[in-house]
């Protein structure tokens, strides 16, 4: 086999409610580790669902035309500048697959989206990571690690794990100055959750740079991670050719019908988006309070600092809330109002303050 697959690991799913229970002795256990939407999805999409089972003994449109046309719609492009995958996972490693030979090189932060690096890996390319600045992507930084070699910079925005995000004015200026040469991809799965002003409209810009990606999912704010749908946007040419490398039928019908169900729902985005923020606001402002030192969350989760996270994260999982745990802290996800202000509790009353810093 290729020797660098030695180097990595398979992917490792957390512990599953049903372990945890039993390990923990705890009767509930609420899953606040992988930004899922905890309001789940439109109502809507059960019954669309049930009605495109019948058709589970045929392949699905390998050309996804029923939410491609919706999207085309949606975001005001044309169905030719849309790429489905199962997931964005599927679409990061089609990516990798299509750009990426032995001896090039990918440039993106030291703490994001594992995905970007496991498949650059595989694809035998060198991976250069620039250190976040204040949990922030450092696009200077990024620039100056670019050379001839370089064909994908992964800007992850808002970044996950931090939540934090890169602004309009830093992301033209960066745009600006890339080498043609480089595929600059912007990961928005938390797109729908942004509130920051100056949080770039990037669509639009994949007009002006051939060079763009722009990659969105239906499985954070839409809900529907289990169903395995996303897509990104770019320039119909390298579309094109990002499309040798993709299966032939990626994304189930179940999935296509689910998404554009969903699509039509924007009031559920709506109150997903209303209710989520309301808990981000509620983190920041008790995290205050207490003096535990977080980042500014654009997204659906938030990451706050600790010194022992191990620790923390054990605290928590007693009590049967599930977090990630991180090298420098914790990223926990949104839940509904009620599991939220039941994690402040927990961190405000069952936690050593020495652990947060
Ligand atoms: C969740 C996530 C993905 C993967 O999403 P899927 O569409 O479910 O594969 C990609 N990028 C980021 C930054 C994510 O957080």
């Given at each position: 086999?290729?020797?660098?697959?030695?180097?990595?690991?398979?992917?490792?799913?957390?512990?599953?409610?049903?372990q945890?229970?039993?390990?923990?002795n705890?009767?509930?256990?609420i899953?606040?580790?992988s930004?899922?939407?905890?309001?789940g999805?439109?109502?809507?999409?059960?019954k669309?669902?049930?009605?495109?089972?019948?058709?589970?003994?045929t392949?699905?449109?390998?050309?996804?035309?029923?939410?491609?046309?919706?999207?085309?719609?949606?975001?005001?492009?044309?169905?030719?500048?849309?790429?489905?995958?199962?997931g964005?996972?599927?679409?990061i490693?089609?990516?990798?697959?299509?750009?990426?030979?032995?001896?090039?090189?990918?440039?993106?932060?030291?703490?994001t989206?594992v995905?970007?690096?496991?498949h650059?890996?595989?694809?035998?390319a060198?991976?250069?990571?620039?250190?976040?600045?204040?949990?922030r992507?450092d696009?200077?930084?990024i620039?100056?690690?670019?050379?001839?070699?370089?064909?994908i910079?992964?800007?992850?925005?808002?970044?996950?794990p931090?939540?934090?995000?890169?602004?309009?004015?830093?992301?033209?200026?960066?745009?600006?100055?890339?080498?043609?040469?480089?595929?600059?991809?912007?990961?928005?799965?938390?797109?729908?959750?942004?509130?920051?002003?100056?949080?770039?409209?990037t669509?639009?810009?994949?007009?002006?740079?051939d060079?763009?990606?722009?990659?969105?999912?239906?499985?954070?704010?839409y809900?529907?991670?289990?169903?395995?749908?996303?897509?990104?946007?770019?320039?119909?040419?390298?579309?094109a050719?990002?499309?040798?490398?993709?299966?032939?039928f990626?994304?189930?019908?179940?999935?296509?019908?689910?998404?554009?169900?969903?699509l039509?729902d924007?009031?559920?985005?709506?109150?997903?988006?209303?209710?989520?923020?309301?808990?981000?606001?509620?983190?920041?402002q008790?995290?205050?309070t207490?003096g535990?030192?977080?980042?500014?969350?654009?997204?659906?989760?938030?990451?706050?600092?600790?010194?022992?996270?191990?620790?923390?994260?054990?605290?928590?999982?007693?009590?049967?809330?599930?977090?990630?745990?991180?090298?420098?802290?914790?990223?926990?996800?949104m839940?509904?109002?009620?599991?939220?202000?039941?994690?402040?509790?927990?961190?405000?009353?069952?936690i050593?303050?020495?652990l947060?810093?």
């Open positions: 086999m290729k020797e660098r697959i030695l180097q990595l690991q398979p992917y490792k799913p957390g512990k599953s409610p049903e945890i229970k039993k390990e923990y705890v009767d509930e256990v899953k606040l580790a930004n899922e939407n905890a309001f999805c439109s109502p809507k999409i059960a669309a669902v049930q009605e495109a089972l019948k058709e589970a003994a392949y699905p449109d390998g050309n996804a035309e029923i939410i491609r046309q919706k999207v085309a719609q949606h975001l005001q492009v044309k169905e030719n500048e849309l790429l489905f995958g199962a964005l996972d599927e679409v490693q089609i990516l990798s697959r299509v750009l990426l030979c032995e001896g090039d090189n990918i440039v993106t932060a030291n703490q989206f995905q970007y690096k496991h650059a890996v595989i694809e035998g060198e991976i250069r990571e620039v250190p976040l600045v204040d949990g992507f696009l200077e930084g620039r100056s690690a670019i050379d001839e070699k370089t064909r910079v992964w800007i992850c925005n808002p970044n996950n931090t939540g934090t995000y890169v602004t309009e004015e830093e992301l033209v200026s960066f745009l600006h100055k890339v080498p043609g040469y480089v595929t600059v991809v912007l990961d928005e799965a938390y797109y729908e959750y942004v509130v920051a002003e100056d949080y770039p409209e669509v639009p810009l994949i007009k002006n740079y060079n763009l990606i722009v990659l969105r999912t239906f499985s954070k704010a809900g529907l991670a289990s169903l395995r749908i996303g897509y990104a946007v770019g320039n119909e040419v390298l579309i050719k990002l499309n040798i490398g993709r299966l032939p990626n994304t189930s019908t179940i999935a296509q019908v689910a998404a554009a169900t969903a039509d924007q009031e559920f985005i709506k109150h997903t988006v209303s209710e989520t923020r309301t808990g981000i606001e509620l983190f920041e008790e995290l205050e207490l535990v030192s977080y980042y500014p969350s654009q997204t659906n989760f938030i990451f706050v600092h600790t010194k022992d996270p191990q620790a923390v994260f054990t605290k928590l999982i007693e009590k049967g809330y599930i977090v990630r745990p991180m090298p420098n802290g914790v990223r926990i996800s839940g509904t109002m009620e599991q939220n202000k039941a994690v402040i509790e927990i961190l405000k009353n069952d050593n303050k020495d947060l810093v």
